[in-house]
């Protein structure tokens, strides 16, 4: 049995420790056979060494995370350029809709305009054929 189970995961320069010698010896203390001892403790310094997250796995979370910061980052600055165009257009929209209601204000109260004229033409003439009517 070795005197210390070193596990390392990809590319870590900090190896996990695990006293696999002293830990038999303790099982076997304890009652264990020597066999089952160093099977247990053989199981367990494996399961740590796949479990227990080193100073390289942080170091490598760490960077994916400031990576995702910085695409977050990149992201946020798109949306807002979009978000400035989004409003952009609405206000160009926004300005169309204004000339065109300004257009037909104009002509509704040129329409207006005219019809008047055209009562005040023609009113007096109806009225004298309404009273003829009336009349005969």
Not at 74 to 101: K, P
């Amino acid at each position: 049995m070795k005197a210390a189970n070193e596990a390392k995961t990809a590319g870590d320069a900090t190896p996990v420790t695990f006293d696999t010698l002293k830990a038999a010896q303790e099982l076997s203390k304890a009652g264990f056979e020597d066999r089952q001892a160093g099977a247990l403790v053989e199981t367990i310094s494996k399961a740590v060494s796949e479990t227990v997250a080193t100073k390289a796995d942080l170091q490598l979370l760490r960077f994916d995370f400031d990576l995702l910061r910085s695409d977050f980052g990149l992201l946020r600055s798109e949306f807002e350029l979009l978000r400035q165009s989004v409003d952009s257009r609405f206000d160009q929209v926004d300005s169309r809709f204004e000339r065109m209601e300004n257009k037909i204000v104009i002509k509704l109260g040129a329409l207006m305009v005219t019809l008047t004229f055209v009562l005040l033409a023609i009113g007096p003439f109806y009225i004298r054929w309404v009273m003829s009517l009336l009349g005969s």
